[in-house]
C-alpha cells in the first residue's frame, strides 16, 4: 500500500507551541498509513509520561497535540517531560490498533454518489463497492463530530472531490468518501462528503462502555450487506436528501 | 481547573442517584418561565475525550461563572447558567440564595433591578429575570452547589451541535418548564458576599486580546504579522461558542491546506481568505488552516463578552506571561 518504511529509523520530532497550555508534537509530513504505528508509540508514551499533569491528546494524521495542566507544569516543564517520553521511541505493532468490520448496505437511495462515481470509472456500482470493501482502512484522527473517524487511503481511482454544495443533512451511518479517505457520519450533521451507502452500527454511544467505537490507529474493513441484512441490523432505510 | 478529569471514566445517572442526601427534605430549585435567545447548563468544560472527537465545551467567560460561584462559596467550575443576550426568567420553587456575574443582562428580581455582579435571595415564588444586554453578553447564575444533574464524562457542559450535556444530557438548551435543581440546599458559604471584590470591566467598544504566538507564524509574511498586532481588528456577526470572526487587514500566509491537527482553545485561524477565526469551546476538535497562535485564556473570556462590532487589539505574550495572568486568577479563588 505504502512505501515500506525503515522501521528502525526513529522520525526526528519536533515540539511547537501552540497556545498557552498546549504544544504539538510534530513526526511527519504528509500523511501516510505507515506513520500510524509512529503516532499510536508517541500516543502511549506521552499519556504513561506526563500521567495526571496530561488534559488531553489529540493525535491526528502526522501530530499529536498535547493540552497540559498549566497548574502543574511550566511551558518549559511540559516542553521537558514530552521530550523524556518521547526518548527511544519504537513504533507501535502494526496490529496495534483494533480491528473492526462494519457492515455496509451500499445503494443509491442512501448512496447518492454510487451510481456517479460508479460512472465516472466506466464500471457497475458493484465494482465500486468490491473496490471500497476491497481493502483495510487504518483511523487517522477522530475528529468533525464524536465518533468521527477519518480513515484512509482507499483506491487512487476510488478518489473523489468534496461535493460543491455540501447537503445540509447527512443521515448518521452514511459512509462517504472524500478525496482518498473515507468516513461514516457519527451523527446526522452536515456533510460534504460523497455517500456510498449506510451502516446500522452506532459509532458513538453513551451507553455503552466503550462509547466511541473507533479510536485513532484502529482498523477498519468495511462488508457489503443486502436491504434485508441492513434492517434486521435495524438499519434506517430512508432515503438520502439529494440536498 | 483542578477539577478536570483527565479519564474517560462515564459518570452515570444511577451513580448519582444511588446517593441521595436524606438531610434534603425538598430541593432547593427553580422554574424556568422564559428564555431568551440561548441559556445553557456550563462549567470548565469536557475534559479526556477530544481524541475521540468530542469537544471541550464549558463557560466561554470562565472568568465570570467562577466568580459568581464563589460568591456563593462553591468550587470556581461548578455547573451554572451561561445566558447568552438576556430574555431569561425563572421562578423560585423554594427560597435560595444566588449568584450572578459577568455581562449586565438587566438583572431584576420581581421587577426591582439587581446588582450585575452579587448574590441575592430569591424567595419563594419570587422571579428572577433577565432583560438585554447593557454591557457585555453573557451573564452567569449560580446556585448553591452548582446544578444538580447528570453528568456525561464528567461535565455538564452543553454542546448542542453534539447532543451532549445539560440538563437532559442531550445537549437541550433551557427550556421553559425546565427545573433547575440546586446540587445543596445551603451555599458553602456562611457569609453573604453581596459584591464583588474587584472585577474588569465587560469590554465595551475596545478590548486589547493577548495571543500566545506559535510555532506556525513563521508561515505569515512580515506585513501581515505587522498588520495583525497593529491594526485594529472588528468582531464579526458571524460568532458563535464554536468561534468568532474577525474583520480587518487580510493576512497572507505561505502555508497553504495543511494537514489537519488538533487545535486548542482560542486558536487563531487563518483560512485562505485572510479573515482569522478564533476557535472557542465549542470547536471542532482538529482542523487544517495555518494559525497565528492562541488567546490566552483570559483573552478567551473577554472575547465572549465582546458584541459584534467591538475592536479588538491583538497583543503578543508568551506562555509564561499568560501563565503567570492565569494562575493570579486561580489564587483569587482560594
Known amino acids: 500500500m505504502s512505501q515500506s518504511p525503515s522501521p528502525a529509523l526513529s522520525p526526528s520530532f519536533r515540539m511547537e507551541t501552540v497556545g498557552m497550555d498546549a504544544l504539538i508534537v510534530r513526526l511527519f509530513d504528509a500523511i501516510d498509513e505507515a506513520h500510524m504505528p509512529w503516532i499510536l508509540a508517541a500516543d502511549n508514551a506521552l499519556r504513561e509520561g506526563l500521567g495526571g499533569a496530561l488534559i488531553d491528546l489529540v493525535p491526528s494524521y502526522t501530530t499529536l497535540l498535547v493540552h497540559y495542566d498549566i497548574e502543574q507544569l511550566s511551558h518549559i516543564e511540559a516542553r521537558r517531560r514530552v521530550q523524556q517520553a518521547l526518548h527511544g521511541l519504537q513504533p507501535a505493532s502494526t496490529e496495534a490498533g483494533r480491528e473492526h468490520r462494519i457492515p455496509v448496505w451500499y445503494d443509491d437511495s442512501v448512496g447518492p454518489e454510487l451510481p456517479r462515481i460508479a460512472e465516472r470509472l466506466g464500471v457497475d456500482t458493484d465494482e465500486i463497492v468490491r473496490r471500497h470493501t476491497g481493502r483495510d482502512y487504518c483511523a487517522f484522527a477522530l475528529g468533525f463530530s464524536p465518533g468521527y473517524a477519518f480513515m484512509g487511503m482507499i483506491e487512487e481511482a476510488l478518489a473523489t472531490p468534496r461535493l460543491k454544495t455540501p447537503r445540509q443533512k447527512v443521515a448518521a451511518g452514511s459512509v462517504g468518501i472524500a478525496e482518498r479517505q473515507t468516513a461514516i457520519y457519527s451523527m446526522r450533521s452536515p456533510g460534504g462528503w460523497n455517500i456510498l451507502g449506510r451502516t446500522a452500527v452506532k459509532l458513538f454511544d453513551r451507553d455503552r462502555d466503550e462509547i466511541s467505537l473507533f479510536r485513532p490507529g484502529d482498523r477498519v474493513r468495511f462488508e457489503p450487506i443486502s436491504r434485508e441484512a441492513f434492517i434486521e441490523q435495524g438499519g434506517d432505510t430512508t432515503p438520502l436528501e439529494e440536498r | ?334
Open chain 2, 1 to 334: 481547573m483542578a477539577t478536570r478529569t483527565t479519564t474517560q471514566k462515564v459518570t452515570t445517572t444511577t451513580a448519582r442517584n444511588g446517593t441521595p442526601n436524606p438531610t434534603q427534605p425538598t430541593q432547593a430549585s427553580l422554574v424556568v418561565e422564559r428564555t431568551g435567545p440561548l441559556a445553557l447548563v456550563q462549567d470548565a468544560g469536557r475534559f479526556g475525550c477530544r481524541h475521540l472527537g468530542v469537544t471541550q465545551g464549558g463557560a466561554l467567560d470562565w472568568i465570570s461563572l467562577g466568580w459568581a460561584n464563589w460568591l456563593l462559596g462553591n468550587a470556581p467550575d461548578a455547573a451554572g447558567i451561561e445566558i447568552a443576550i438576556g430574555g431569561l426568567a425563572l421562578k423560585a420553587e423554594r427560597t435560595l440564595r444566588l449568584a450572578i456575574a459577568g455581562a449586565d443582562l438587566g438583572a431584576t428580581r420581581d421587577g426591582e433591578p439587581l446588582a450585575a455582579n452579587g448574590s441575592f435571595t430569591l424567595e419563594q415564588g419570587q422571579v428572577l429575570a433577565f432583560d438585554q444586554p447593557r454591557a457585555g453578553l453573557r451573564a452567569y447564575l449560580a446556585l448553591p452547589g452548582g446544578i444538580d444533574a447528570a453528568p456525561f464524562m464528567g461535565s455538564l457542559s452543553t454542546v448542542a451541535r453534539e447532543q451532549l450535556g445539560g440538563l437532559d444530557g442531550r445537549g437541550s438548551a433551557i427550556q421553559v418548564g425546565d427545573r433547575l435543581v440546586a446540587a445543596s440546599s445551603t451555599p458553602q458559604r456562611g457569609e453573604p458576599v453581596r459584591e464583588l471584590p474587584s472585577l474588569s470591566a465587560m469590554p465595551t467598544d475596545e478590548a486589547v486580546l493577548e495571543l500566545v504566538t506559535g510555532a506556525q507564524i513563521a508561515h505569515f509574511d512580515g506585513a501581515s504579522l505587522f498588520a495583525a498586532f497593529n491594526q485594529p481588528w472588528q468582531v464579526d456577526s458571524r460568532a458563535d461558542r464554536m468561534g468568532v470572526r474577525l474583520t480587518g487587514p487580510v493576512l497572507r500566509c505561505q502555508a497553504g491546506g495543511m494537514v489537519s491537527e488538533g487545535i486548542p482553545l482560542g486558536a487563531v485561524q487563518v483560512p485562505p481568505d485572510g479573515q482569522p477565526i478564533i476557535l472557542l469551546n465549542d470547536r471542532q476538535t482538529i482542523g487544517g488552516y495555518p494559525r497565528l497562535g492562541a488567546l490566552s485564556p483570559i483573552a478567551c473570556a473577554r472575547l465572549g463578552q465582546c458584541a459584534p462590532g467591538t475592536t479588538i487589539r491583538l497583543s503578543p505574550v508568551t506562555p509564561h506571561q499568560a501563565r503567570t495572568r492565569y494562575l493570579r486568577q486561580l489564587a483569587r479563588w482560594r
